[in-house]
């Protein structure tokens, strides 16, 4: 049952509007492929990514994904491979245009590089913190752990720096988080470092060493020199300010130098340098110290300073350089002083950005709740719409489909009655004439002849019978038509034309039999020349019968188990059309036997079939329609 269109109109454009209601976010294009070369390869292999972004033709600024990302891209390279940004225009290009897109691995990668460039080359910590934790935000929504490690391992600098330290283990406990997640061993090392460092500064010396040797057991199963000499160093760091064993700090110390052949950095030559000074060995001390006062790290040269100062101030003869280290040491610590200044601003800027965070994802979770309450409302009313257009159509239609549904049902009925009707008749009129044909041949045989008398009076009875119920079929299939739709005559005509193919397919069938009998030797033969057959040549009759009508002896054997061989020889001639005395001939016994044997073959169907079987019908016309 269909709708009608003015209803099909209504219930489309209440779906159209509820469609546009829905938000749409486009997926982003595909990458050019030396961007999406470099991007694979920027963890592993820094500067076989800038090499590619720069060789490559920058991307025309009117495209403005492939730009950005380009932008993006390249910022991170030079980083990564140590160049100086002078400036961020490129991070703020890509940044600006991702703060527009739904790509939060891009806002993220953006916000971090700003974060990089504000903490690293401006030292705005407040700046930079702000940027990582937008990063941070963004990251969490994506799986690039790689990403995710390196900004919360940005966020716990500014805060291990600070002596926040509360804060610091928390970013840096994160960053380990996801280096578990991204099965990178040289990051987790780190990260297990830093966490290290975190602690020595709360200070709880226990948590530190514990993870510093974490992280210098996981940096020796891949063999990274860099994570085992920050790991080392930081240990031996720990054991002489904390636990004052100078001697297995000087160890980790030299092992830190030795893992780099020599070539430590400047912050291992002060921690070397301030353990030989622990030790009195006073021009140790001064050579590696001299060394780590050389450093660019404004933390590093203040350690060696104060380390200097200490060494020389009980030298008489050292007490004027004692002063000039002692001056240094002082302009470095105006200098941190500068940098740490700010510390509570950064820590209320953390919680406000934190529950600025907080109440962002409540209110988009509300805004969110509240979409999905409309969205249902919205289709609660377009069901009960639905339902009740359909119920009210359904109420104004039911009455004239079940008048339909009944016309069609019966004009079916009638029109399948009619063929089979027409079916019948055409079968009893090739039968009388059968009949006919075997009356001549029987002459002289009374019993049979009177037989096959009776039956042929019998079906031109019935063909008399079928055709006064075609008349009235006809008839009243004239009156429903008359009240039938275009669409059921069309039906009704369709049914017409399947019931006369099948007419027409099933005389044709009969006829090629027929046909096909003059072809097949041993069936021509007992049909012209009867004579009695050999075991062999019944076999041969046998076979040649089951292929033309379709196992036919093979069908009777298993619908009527009783069958003896001398039935089923008897059915197979009657199937043939052969003559009473032709078949006695056949069979070598008398034509009066061969109708005990018909009457007994009837007698066993009739046990079988029961009352479906009807008991005036020849035996030979029903063999013969088998």
Known sequence: MFLSNKYIICIWGILLVLSCTNTHTESSPTLLPELAQAENCMYAYPDSALHILEKMTPPKAADKYQY???????????????????????????????????????????????????????????????????????????????????????IGEIYVFRS?????????????????????????????????????????????????????????????????????????????????DYKQALIYALEALHTNKGNGSL?????????????????????????????????????????????????????AKAMTYCDKFYTCIDSITKIKHGKEIIAMKEKYDHEKLLNEKKTLQIENEQIIRNNLYILL?????????????????????????????????????IHENEMQMAQNEVHITQLSEQLAANEGLHETMLEQQNGLDELKKRNENLQKETTLLQQNMAEYSQKMQGKLKTQLTSFDAMAEENTRLHNREEFLCKLLIPYIKPLDSLIKSPKQLTIVQWAEVEENINKLYNNFTLRLKEQFPSFTENDLQVCCLIKLRISVSNMAEILNISPASVSKRKQRIKEQIIKELGDSFDKSQLIDIWIWEY
């Open 68 to 154: 950005a990302t380009w932008c993006l891209l390249l910022s991170q390279a030079k980083i990564k491979n140590y160049i100086e940004l002078e400036s961020d225009s490129l991070i703020s290009i890509g940044y600006k245009y991702f703060q527009q897109q739904e790509n939060p691995q891009r806002k993220a990668l953006a916000g971090y590089l700003e974060g990089i460039y504000y903490n690293d080359e401006k030292h705005d910590a407040e700046t930079a913190l702000k940027y990582y934790l937008e990063a941070a935000t963004e990251i969490e929504k994506t799986k690039d752990y790689q990403l995710a490690y390196f900004i919360y391992a940005g």
């Open 267 to 319: 912050q291992n030559y002060l921690t070397v340098g301030d353990i030989y000074r622990q030790l009195k060995m006073n021009d140790s001390a001064q050579y590696y110290l001299d060394k780590a006062a050389t450093s660019d790290n404004i933390y590093t040269a203040c350690g060696a300073y104060q380390a200097l100062y200490y060494l020389n101030r009980t030298i008489p003869q050292n007490y």
């Open 381 to 417: 009313f377009i069901v009960i719409i639905i339902a009740c257009l359909i119920f009210l159509y359904q109420r104004k239609l039911i009455q004239k489909e079940r008048t339909i549904q009944m016309q069609e049902e019966q004009l079916r009925i009638y029109s399948l009655r």
């Open 164 to 244: 926040l330290t509360d804060y610091a283990i928390d970013a840096y406990q994160k960053a380990y988080n996801y280096t578990k997640l991204s099965k990178n061993k040289t990051h987790m090392s780190l990260a297990l470092s830093f966490l290290g460092r975190a602690y020595s500064i709360k200070p709880d010396a226990n948590n530190s060493i514990s993870y510093y040797k974490k992280g210098l057991d996981v940096a020796k199963e891949t063999n990274d020199k860099t994570s085992i000499t920050i790991a080392l160093n930081e240990l031996a760091v720990v054991y002489a300010a904390f636990l004052k």
